[in-house]
């Protein structure tokens, strides 16, 4: 089957803390992108990928660290999580560049992240 | 003024109701627009992709309005398995090069018996 997939799905930690999200497509996407929804904004994006070893950062970078080192993961890691960084997060994929009409992003379930 | 502006809602309608909903964008040079939904706390899925021509997917029509500026997502004979929230997506970029895709913060559809 075809998916994004995230882990871990919940998460609650203590600020300082590094951790990673992991975030894997099967589907050989050249494109990948992290996003945190928050209420009342939207979604925002955090880093994006353009391809294995391409990053380049999105609206809200800040506490924010992605690399892309094969084409199928895409990580995201908080070196030191602040409880502002509290959060759901989305991973998500599409096969190229531009986006058209079918050229669409597919999201991963969300993480669900608590800094405490 | 927000990139992307959809009322938040909730819109509150019976079953075979039919509702729309607006979106507005403030950039001119827009590219592509998409409607998504969401259920609750789960992943966005895409609903449809808006062509200047409008579209049309069962019960579900979208619209662009490139002079004024919106996209528009009609719903005829509202179902309760409508009820979610319905993101406007936005591309700001050339066409061609790495586009971003910029949300609205969604609008909330509650169909009730």
């Known amino acids: 089957e075809a998916q994004v997939t995230q882990n871990p799905r919940y998460l609650i930690t203590v600020t300082g803390k590094k951790l990673t999200v992991t975030c894997s497509q099967n589907?050989?996407?050249?494109?990948m992108s992290w996003y945190r929804q928050d209420p009342g904004l939207g979604l925002r994006q955090i880093y994006y990928?353009?391809?294995?070893?391409?990053?380049d950062k999105g609206d809200v970078p800040e506490g924010y660290k992605v690399s892309r080192k094969e084409k199928r993961n895409f990580p995201l890691i908080l070196e030191s999580p602040s409880p502002n960084q509290t959060s759901l997060y989305f991973c998500?994929?599409?096969?190229?560049?531009?986006?058209?009409?079918?050229?669409?992003?597919?999201f991963g379930a969300g993480s669900r992240l608590t800094v405490l | 003024r927000k990139e992307v502006e959809q009322d938040p809602g909730p819109f509150n309608v019976p079953e075979g109701a039919t509702v729309a909903f607006n979106c507005t964008y403030s950039?001119?040079?827009?590219?592509?627009f998409f409607w998504y939904r969401q259920d609750c706390r789960k992943e966005p899925k895409l609903l449809m992709s808006?062509?200047?021509s409008g579209n049309e997917d069962g019960r579900f029509t979208a619209q662009l309005n490139r002079a004024s500026q919106y996209i528009s997502l009609l719903i005829r004979d509202s179902k309760l398995s409508d009820s979610a929230t319905y993101l406007c997506?936005?591309?700001?970029?050339?066409?061609?090069?790495?586009?971003?895709?910029?949300f609205g913060t969604g609008t909330r559809l509650q169909v009730t018996l």
């Open positions: 998500a994929s599409s096969p190229g560049q531009g986006f058209s009409g079918a050229n669409v992003l597919t």
């Open positions: 589907m050989n996407h050249e494109y």
């Open positions: 990928s353009m391809n294995v070893e391409v990053t």
């Open positions: 950039n001119s040079a827009s590219q592509s």
């Open positions: 808006v062509y200047s």
């Open positions: 997506v936005v591309t700001l970029g050339d066409t061609g090069t790495a586009s971003k895709l910029t």
